[in-house]
């Protein structure tokens, strides 16, 4: 069964980056991509960015300018750096891959941007 855990979450100040960690493990983990997903309190989860296993990568408008992509691919490890945090990033962000069409996704890590 494939696994996903996200970390790196926090409470930053506006304007600062963070970056947030998944970690896939488990049967399929060398052969997916990521996409990345966050809820803020009361609002519908949204789609933020994703990581195709080819290199491809998108970001949702609400994020675009502000996302850079890494991978640590000995270690499955995918990371999503996000600049210029703004109060409208908080949310509990989720990554979620999908493998033989079943979806998985991890527990989610909190992000707070507050002065």
């Known amino acids: 069964q494939l696994r996903l855990v996200e970390s790196g979450g926090g409470l930053v100040q506006p304007g600062n980056s963070l970056t947030l960690s998944c970690t896939t493990s488990?049967?399929?983990?060398?052969?997916?991509?990521v996409a990345w997903y966050r809820q803020a309190p009361g609002k519908q989860r949204e789609w933020v960015a994703t990581a195709a296993i080819g290199g491809a990568t998108r970001t949702a408008d609400s994020v675009n300018g502000r996302i850079t992509f890494s991978r640590d691919m000995a270690n499955n490890v995918w990371y999503l750096r996000i600049d210029n945090l703004q109060p409208d990033d908080t949310a509990t962000y989720y990554c979620s891959a999908v493998y033989k069409s079943q979806s998985y996704w991890g527990q989610g890590t909190q992000v707070t941007v507050s002065s």
């Open positions: 488990g049967s399929g983990s060398s052969r997916v991509g």
